[in-house]
Structure formats: C-alpha cells, structure tokens
Antibody, heavy 118, light 108 residues
C-alpha cells in the first residue's frame, strides 16, 4: 500500500519560506509513472493544486504561485519537497502531498497544517 | 486559466439519490475525478476517468458527463456519505490541475 506523509514546521513567520517534506513508502518516486504533487486547502476553502515533480526532476507549477514555488525531489530518500517563499497569511493552509496518475490523485498524505503568523 | 464550478451545498434524504455537479470548459477535453473529504481528513478518490470507481468505493457512487458538466451521483445515500465533495480535471493548458470549490453534502 502506498503511503505519503508530510512533515515540516507548523508555523512560519510572514515573509519567510515555508518548507515541507513528503516521505513516500510503498512506491518509488523515481518509477516514472506518477506525478508527485503538492495541493493545499486554505481554511474553509476548496483544494488548490500547487505543482508536481516527475521523473528526473521535471516540474510543473500553478501559474498563480509559480514565482514563489519550488518542488524538488531526493530519490535516494524517496522524498519530495515544497518550498514557498515570501509567505503571507494567505498561505495559511493544510498542505497535502499526493500521487497523481492520469489526471487523478489516488493516494494522499494526511495533510500538514501550516500557519503563517508572527 | 480554467475554473470548475460546484454548488456550495446540497442535501439529500437518507436512502434517496443525489447528483452533485461540476461545470467548466476544461471538462469538454479532460476527464473529471471526484474526491470525498470528511472533516479533518484527507480527500479520498471516489470516481476517476469520469465514471470509474477505485476498489473499495461502494457502487452507489457513479460518475457521468454531459458537455461541460460532470456529475457525481450517489444512489441511496447513506449517513456516512455526508462530506465535502470536490471535482477536478486537467486545466486547459494540459499541464496543471484545477479543482472545483467543493460541495458540502448533508444527509438528512
């Protein structure tokens, strides 16, 4: 069974960088079949696709966040990462990592709440 | 960019049938998928490829599409189906993914 687990600080100060790690078990992120993705959900709101990393480190980002987002991977650790710079209170959200295949997300992490506050 | 529009809230009587809709231009070109999300939990895939169910999802869940509107139908709604439902599809760029705003389903 594929499992994903987010980890990282639960609080970030405004203007600083949000950093999260997704650890994958039960599958290899280097297998080349899947997009390893970050999605967030602001309080009381819908889901928002942030972006993905694919085989060999290819990435794709939501245009609305592209200037501030970096998604990377470490295949030796079977982990992928999210960095979001210059955060504001609008970036307070639950951040999910997920596996995408053929336009849908079949496995999700439990989510990590990140609060932007001084 | 693309947008998917969902009704914010829908209710259904226990045991009755409910349809949750999702509208957007991207649905003319790309399949919809649907996710169930209970409070405090991660979303769970219930429909993919427009009308396919993952293993373990009850057959009372079904999906369909007509033009730019995708629908999730629950036939014989149960109390445990009370949740938020989110639709998604590839966006018009063919690269990203777009989600609807979610529909809160109440089972009366």
């Amino acid at each position: 069974q594929v499992q994903l687990q987010e980890s990282g600080p639960g609080q970030v100060k405004p203007s600083q960088t949000l950093s999260l790690t997704c650890t994958v078990s039960g599958d290899s992120i280097s297998s080349g079949f899947y997009y390893w993705t970050w999605i967030r959900q602001r309080p009381g709101k819908g889901l928002e696709w942030i972006g993905y990393t694919f085989q060999s480190g290819t990435t794709g980002y939501n245009p609305s966040l592209k200037s501030r987002v970096t998604i990377s991977q470490d295949t030796s650790k079977n982990q992928f990462y999210l960095k979001l710079t210059s955060v504001t209170s609008a970036d307070t959200a639950v951040y999910f990592c997920a596996r995408e295949v053929l336009q849908f997300f079949d496995f999700w992490g439990q989510g990590a709440l990140v609060t932007v506050s001084s | 960019s693309s947008e998917l529009t969902q009704d914010p809230a829908v209710s259904v009587a226990l045991g009755q049938t409910v349809r949750i809709t999702c509208r957007g231009d991207s649905l003319k070109n790309y399949h919809a998928s649907w996710y169930q999300q209970r409070p405090g939990q991660a979303p769970v895939l219930v429909i993919y490829g427009e009308d396919s169910r993952p293993s373990g999802i009850p057959d009372r869940f079904s999906g369909s599409r007509s033009g730019n509107t995708a629908s999730l139908t629950i036939t014989g709604a149960q109390a445990e189906d009370e949740a938020d439902y989110h639709c998604s599809s590839r966006d018009n760029s063919g690269i990203g993914v777009v989600f609807g705003g979610g529909t809160k389903l109440t089972v009366l």
